[in-house]
């Protein structure tokens, strides 16, 4: 009776295994680390219809959070600035800049900017920024030094694990209320200092942040 | 393919001349549209559910994105639209509130609308305005879908083709052209009742512009026979108000006024206010009730006697007589002893009536004497007589003036189109082809009308008989204004511009009358700078944020009863014989969830189940159990009580219902016929507002025509009907079978009497006091305490401790809830409840989070037939338990306890493997078989690929602070965690960098409590000792339901109690309900004195006798 297998059959259930073994462990690794928030999320950075710099405006002009975004200590979304809020300075300076024909023409017709959104949570989940900017979190920890930025990037995860850390552990976060728009901020002992800085104001605002379902998802 | 027969499309080629192949064709019918749609004929085989071009798409757009492959992975890209100019007062994300009112047969509601971005989302009562509490209607809260109807219309139209609205303002301008030229000679309107002061100023420049105009009204629910009563015997113009508030003792005579009579969301609260009890020293009022139907009101009595409607005016001639009547009383007592004798001839029914006015008689000027708004004139009269004589004027009963105007009735408008005197006739709003009394044929009449000017909210069966069909705004697209019950003047303001380019009534008839600045608001201004009220724009600014000027309504005007009128009025008045078997009595009653009909297209009423008898999405012929027995209803062998039913009806577990023919004169209609206990003997009742011919699709099918035996002399009641059997059957959707508790404590029920003897009798009832103790040692430990350690007690198992600044709680008072439903609606509106068709509730799924579970009692073996029950009503939602069974056997935690005490359901994690439901002892989780949101009603069998999606006007009524559940998850109440959560950020949003984060009691209303017009539900945080919840909870009253399971509900219930007069010939020590408790239970004890044969068990020693208040804990 010939051979029905060649000799090099023998080590195919070998090569098979190994195979599978790396095909398996670079699936999972690569699915743990690529379809992520920490990859899809971070380092988002899309062209907006204008080209407004938040470094010039924050770092060279000193605008305030505020500003722009007005109701970010009133409400659960830290609003968009109408076309109107740049008209109040670029009615009177860069009046014919070209960069900001749109924000000139929505002004005009009623249109709105449609300014490409960075940050998204999904519709199942109900972030709120009054509660977090009036009681010590600054805008820095969830969104990072904007006022560096001159094209507003995605560089935290935003994932449900990562928001848990800091409710977990708020004492690492939290700072004074006169501080939360200084995005520059830290404490100056270092983080041994912050550490306990945070967890006295911890205790003295009773801040006893959400970890239940009920918190976030309604 | 394209179909053969391809169908013009263009608007020129439909009204322009055309060859038609068919009727169908040139009449456009629905169902030739459909099969010109269709590409094969109706026996060609089709790929079921998906059509060959559908197919192709599906497949195509498979390819396509094949093709991408990974490249269709990117972050789609969203956009952020900000305004353009901010507009003021709005924030983003934040909701906006508007004071408003809602108008409905000349009665408003003043109502706080909450907004988002624009669209109102949901109504709430307006909190400030008192006497109302906050609270609304179930219809009020229902009538915001009705502006995102996909089924209203949507065009002005002339003979079916639309037209703009600068037409429709050049055809109102062609009118007021020819009205100025002959004073308003043939023509008519034709109009609802309303009480608002800008359609009132107008309708008085109209009828004086136009002296020869008839302006003509008609409500096909008649409510003024107090009003025609009023004018009759006090003087012209004036109306009775009643006032619940200081009445001690009510007799209510087929009066519903806790339900649907004008008034009653006012009653309401006052009544509830004076049952509210809190100790075993409390008072509580009395009442007394007559009544045909079953109505909620007749569920709270504390007596209740079973009359047919027609024998109204005899019962109340007999309850004159047995009080003083004065000088004036030689002259009536033999009209009324000639009403009342066959009444007076049955002992009973004369003992009852005796002892009845005697107790009124004890409280004089601290009693009521309620007749039901549908009764005629004459009962009215009598009730107003038996008023003045009990002291009742100026205390519980008030004349004020009634400046409604004049107006001709419906009939006189009828008489004038049949004698050729009217041209034109403009009618506004109501539908009265499909609700006017059946003799008039009105839509008949219609043909004989040169012009019909149709101002409607739907296409409805008016507006096809109609020439013109002027698209009618939604109450919440323009400005109005409107009277509430007492005449206090509400505004009625837009949320959002019309949808549709419609026009309210008053912009309408401004138009008729040629004014200048005809739009709404101005108009309503400019009523408001004529009133009294008026102090320029700031006033009208101040009317506009507040909702109200003051609760100053009508002019009280004193005047007394005129006996003699009396005598004149009763003269020549008698009324027909008491019902038998062969001549039944027929009672047309307003419907609790469509009304007369115009909310016959809304889903949520739909939906909703009548309070009483538990029917959604028809109506049935109300029945009585005696009558059911008689027509062979029932098995004859049947012990009625517990299986009522002929078991050759009930297949694969499904209940049909008989379909009867029921001959009034020679009118007829069929309907599926419903017993209900509680009806009088010979009366069946018969919802009116089903069976509509042109209305959306929510309302097609559904129930008969009650309208098609009604005749103008028969509004509220016809006599010598019969009931044939067809031998079809119809299987209605009812959502409650039960019938009896079963002997558990579910509700638990004493007298007043007997709570003020044994003040601890709740936590005597029911199994706790004989299962295992529930705390164990830790029984007497404070709430405070309980809610967040969660002591094991004599479980195996250790709870977890709650460690959250608040642990909620709610309490439900049974003894104030009325069983109105306004909760079951207002929580649908709140948390994006899907309705699921009729289909879907008979197979039990209905996704109402809350219930009202209503019970009937007749005594258990008391009776074969259980014709005199006493009726409780419980609402049930999630209860939260501590320990909650649901959690235990989710296999995906989708079901968790936050630390803050509430049972939380994760959507997303949820598999759906309803286990949970199953475990529920409340039976309070609701489960998405389908996809309810995305999915038509009708086509939810389909397959993956059918057509999905909700049409854009519908998406428009979501509250956007609640997830939309998709299919295969599980859902149930949430104790509004979003109003919660929103509470708990604004309080810490204030407290900034201190630590005062604790909500403060009263802070957080759920959607349900919010609507309550009793009060009956109370939320709040049982960390505080002094919040009204831990109040209540610790009161004697306070049960949990199957509190023995251990499962320690946060929800708890105060036990209802009722306040029968030992006088009366039906006393019963104890309620029914209690009756059958105890003979169900023949071997357990309960009550005092028994105590040594239980001593092993500690939850039911004799402490629970010295202590009951700290007891509470061990009745969990």
């Not at chain 1, 976060?173 to 912050?194: C, M, S, T, Y």
């Not at chain 2, 007497?780 to 969660?790: A, D, F, G, L, N």
Request: net charge negative; hydrophobic share 30%.
């Amino acid at each position: 009776m010939s051979k029905v297998f060649p000799k090099g059959a023998n080590s195919l259930p070998l090569k098979i295994v190994v195979f599978l073994g790396i095909f398996v462990t670079t699936t999972l690794a690569s699915i743990t680390y690529y379809v992520t928030p920490k990859y899809t999320r971070v380092g988002y950075e899309p062209i907006q219809p204008v080209p407004y710099d938040h470094s010039f405006h924050v770092n060279e002009l000193g605008l305030d959070c505020r500003y722009c975004h007005s109701k970010v200590e009133q409400a659960s979304h830290a609003n968009v600035p109408a076309s109107s809020t740049c008209m109040n300075c670029h009615s009177i300076i860069k009046t014919d800049s070209p960069l900001l024909e749109t924000v000139r023409a929505s002004y005009q017709s009623g249109e709105p900017v449609p300014w490409v959104r960075v940050h998204q949570v999904p519709d199942y989940v109900y972030f709120d920024h009054s509660v977090h900017v009036n009681r010590g979190i600054s805008c820095v920890e969830c969104h990072g030094n904007v006022n560096t930025m001159e094209v507003v990037k995605h560089v935290e995860p935003q994932s449900m694990g990562w928001c848990l850390d800091c409710h977990r552990h708020p004492e690492e976060k939290i700072r004074p209320l006169d501080q939360v728009f200084n995005l520059d901020w830290e404490h100056p002992g270092g983080e041994k200092a912050q550490l306990e800085l945070g967890k006295q104001l911890v205790n003295s605002w009773n801040v006893n942040p959400p970890q239940s379902c009920s918190g976030c998802h309604r | 393919m394209k179909p053969l027969n391809s169908n013009p499309t263009s608007k020129a080629e439909l009204t322009g001349p055309r060859y038609w192949r068919s009727l169908d064709d040139l009449a456009q019918s629905p169902q030739f549209l459909e099969q010109v749609e269709r590409e094969f004929g109706p026996e060609a085989s089709e790929l079921s559910e998906v059509d060959r071009r559908h197919f192709f798409k599906i497949m195509a757009a498979s390819f396509a994105l094949g093709g991408l492959g990974f490249s269709g992975c990117r972050r789609p890209e969203s956009h952020i639209l900000p305004h353009s100019k901010a507009p003021e007062h709005l924030i983003p994300g934040e909701p906006l509130y508007y004071a408003s009112s809602y108008s409905l047969r000349g009665e408003s509601l003043p109502l706080l609308v909450e907004t988002h971005t624009g669209r109102p989302t949901k109504i709430e009562g307006n909190g400030d305005f008192e006497g109302y509490n906050g609270g609304t209607s179930l219809k009020a809260q229902a009538s915001v879908l009705d502006l995102y109807d996909p089924d209203r219309a949507t065009h002005h139209k002339q003979d079916g083709s639309s037209i703009s609205q600068s037409e429709v303002f050049d055809l109102l301008k062609k009118l007021k052209d020819g009205l100025s030229g002959n004073n308003g000679d043939r023509f008519a309107i034709l109009t609802e009742k309303s009480s608002s002061p800008t359609r009132q100023r107008l309708k008085n420049a109209f009828q004086k512009a136009y002296p020869k105009a008839i302006w003509a009204e008609y409500e096909p629910v008649e409510t003024d026979g107090g009003a025609k009563a009023a004018k009759l015997l006090a003087g012209p113009n004036l109306k009775p108000l009643y006032d619940f508030s200081q009445a001690e003792r009510i007799l209510s005579v087929d009066g519903d006024f806790l339900g649907q009579d004008p008034g009653a969301l006012k009653f309401s609260k006052q009544f509830a206010d004076g049952r509210r009890v809190r100790t075993s020293k409390d008072e509580m009022n009395r009442l007394y009730i007559a009544e045909s139907n079953m109505t909620i009101t007749g569920a709270m009595a504390d007596h209740r006697k079973r009359l047919a409607s027609s024998q109204m005016a005899g019962f109340l001639a007999g309850i004159a007589l047995n009080i003083e009547l004065g000088v004036e009383g030689d002259a009536l007592k033999p009209i009324f002893e000639n009403l009342s004798s066959s009444l007076l001839a049955d002992e009973k029914t004369k003992a009852w009536i005796e002892k009845c006015a005697d107790d009124l008689a004890h409280h004089k000027g601290k009693s009521l004497v309620y007749v039901g708004a549908q009764l005629s004139p004459e009962a009215h009269a009598i009730g107003l007589l038996i008023n003045e004589k009990l002291g009742n004027l100026g205390e519980t009963l008030t004349f004020v003036e009634d400046d409604s105007g004049d107006a001709v009735s419906l009939g006189e408008l009828a008489d004038a189109i049949s004698g050729n005197g009217v041209e034109t006739l403009v009618i506004l709003g109501g539908n009265p082809v499909y609700n006017a009394p059946v003799d008039l044929d009105f839509s008949g009449l219609l043909d004989k009308v040169d012009s019909v000017v149709r101002l409607g909210y739907y296409e409805d069966e008016t507006s096809y008989k109609a020439g013109y069909h002027i698209l009618q705004a939604h109450y919440l697209e323009t400005w109005g204004d409107g009277r509430t019950y007492d005449g206090a003047v509400l505004p009625q303001q837009p949320m959002i511009l019309p949808l549709f380019d419609g026009l309210s009534e008053i912009e309408v008839l401004a138009r008729l009358l040629g004014e200048t600045n005809a739009d709404g608001h101005s108009l309503v201004y400019e009523t408001f700078q004529k009133s009294a009220a008026s102090n320029g724009k700031r006033a009208f600014d101040k009317f506009l944020h507040d909702g109200f000027v003051s609760k100053d309504g009508y002019k009280k005007r004193h005047s007394l009863v005129s006996g003699s009128k009396l005598a004149n009025t009763l003269e020549g008045f008698s009324q027909p014989e008491a019902p038998t078997a062969e001549s039944l009595e027929v009672v047309f009653v307003n419907d609790a969830k469509v009304d007369d009909g115009r909310y016959n297209n809304n889903g949520w009423l739909q939906e909703c189940p009548d309070p009483i008898n538990k029917l959604t999405w028809d109506n049935g012929i109300i029945v009585s159990p005696r009558l059911a027995k008689e027509l062979g209803i029932v098995a004859p062998d049947a012990t009625i009580q517990v299986a009522r039913k002929n078991p050759n009806r009930v297949r694969d577990g499904r209940t049909f219902a008989p379909v009867y023919k029921l001959k009034v004169g020679d009118l007829e209609v069929e309907g599926a016929v419903h017993i209900l206990p509680g009806l009088d003997n010979y009366s069946i009742v018969l919802p009116l507002g089903y069976g509509r011919s042109k209305t959306g699709r929510v309302g097609q099918n559904s129930g008969y025509d009650a309208y098609s035996v009604r005749t103008s002399s028969s509004m509220a009641f016809a006599t010598g009907a019969t009931l044939e059997a067809t031998g079809r059957e119809f299987q209605l959707t009812n959502t409650q079978e039960h019938w009896s508790m079963e002997g558990r404590a579910i509700i638990r029920e004493a007298n007043l009497d007997y709570y003020s003897k044994s003040p601890d009798w709740v936590s005597h009832m029911g199994m706790e006091s004989h299962s295992p103790p529930i705390y164990g040692k830790d029984k007497y430990m404070p709430t405070q305490e309980k809610v967040t350690t969660t002591p094991r007690g004599e479980s195996l198992y250790e709870h977890p401790d709650h460690t959250g600044n608040h642990q909620w709680g709610m309490n439900i008072d049974l003894n104030v809830c009325t069983g109105c439903n306004a909760c079951v609606v207002a929580c649908q509106a709140e948390n994006n409840i899907p309705i699921v068709g009729r289909d879907q509730v008979r197979r039990g799924r209905e996704m109402h989070w809350i219930r009202l579970d209503r019970y009937f009692s007749s005594g258990l073996g008391k009776t074969e037939i259980p014709e005199d029950p006493q009726v409780m009503v419980q609402p049930v939602g999630c209860m939260h338990c501590e320990t909650a069974p649901c959690e235990q056997v989710c296999p995906v935690n989708a079901t968790v306890h936050d630390s803050e005490g509430l049972n939380t359901m994760a959507y997303n994690r949820c598999i759906g493997t309803r286990y949970c439901a199953n475990n529920c002892p409340y039976k309070v989780r609701r489960f998405n078989f389908f996809d309810y949101q995305q999915r038509p009603l009708d086509r939810l069998y389909e397959g993956p690929l059918a057509p999905k999606g909700k049409p854009e006007l519908l998406q428009m009524a979501q509250n956007p602070d609640v997830s939309v559940r998709m299919r295969g998850v599980m859902e149930k109440c949430t104790y509004c965690t979003q109003r919660i959560q929103q509470a708990k950020i604004d309080q810490k949003v204030e407290a900034r960098d201190s630590d005062n984060v604790k909500v403060p009691d009263g802070t957080i209303k759920t959607a349900c409590e919010q609507v309550c017009p009793t009060n009956a539900i109370v939320f709040g945080d049982l960390t505080d000792p002094d919040s009204r919840v831990s109040q209540l909870r610790d009161n004697e009253l306070n049960y949990s339901v199957l509190g023995y399971l251990n499962a320690r509900p946060r929800t708890t219930y105060l036990a209802k109690l009722r306040n029968p007069n030992p006088e009366m010939p039906d006393y019963a020590d104890q309620p029914l309900s209690k009756l059958e408790y105890k003979q169900a239970k023949p071997k357990m004890d309960y009550g005092k004195g028994h105590g040594d044969s239980h001593d092993k068990h500690n939850g039911h020693d004799q402490d629970a006798h010295h202590d009951s208040a700290r007891d509470e804990g061990g009745s969990h």
